[in-house]
């Protein structure tokens, strides 16, 4: 049974960077395409990024794009968001997935952590 556990927020200044991870007790994880998301109050859950299987493929949202990189570890079962150049618009709570099949940007994954803040603010 796959279950994942999200750490790393925090509260930080705009422009500084965090690096999020999320760690998979299972012994599945090279199994699933894992994605990141996002929910800020009051919005809509929305895709962050994605990343294949092996790691070979990655996928960014248009606004996090050049600023996030997504990347994972087999070997610890964990996959990483690291955020640089942070905005307030960034704040939300962050959800990392898991997902048979293809990374992908839609919210249909199989599987959900329960989430960890991030703040940005002055």
């Known amino acids: 049974q796959v279950q994942l556990v999200e750490s790393g927020g925090g509260l930080v200044q705009p422009g500084d960077s965090l690096r999020l991870s999320c760690a998979d007790s299972?012994?599945?994880?090279?199994?699933?395409?894992m994605g990141w998301f996002r929910q800020a109050p009051g919005k809509e859950r929305e895709f962050v990024a994605a990343?294949?299987?092996?790691?070979?493929?990655?996928f960014y949202a248009d606004s996090v794009k050049g600023r996030f990189t997504i990347s994972r570890d087999n070997t610890k079962n964990t996959v990483y968001l690291q955020m640089n150049s942070l905005k307030p618009e960034d704040t939300a709570v962050y959800f990392c997935?898991?997902?048979?099949?293809?990374?992908?940007?839609?919210?249909?994954?199989?599987?959900w952590g329960q989430g960890t803040q991030v703040t940005v603010s002055s």
């Open positions: 997935a898991a997902r048979h099949g293809t990374a992908s940007s839609s919210v249909n994954y199989d599987y």
């Open positions: 299972s012994r599945t994880f090279s199994r699933y395409a």
């Open positions: 990343i294949s299987k092996s790691g070979g493929s990655t």
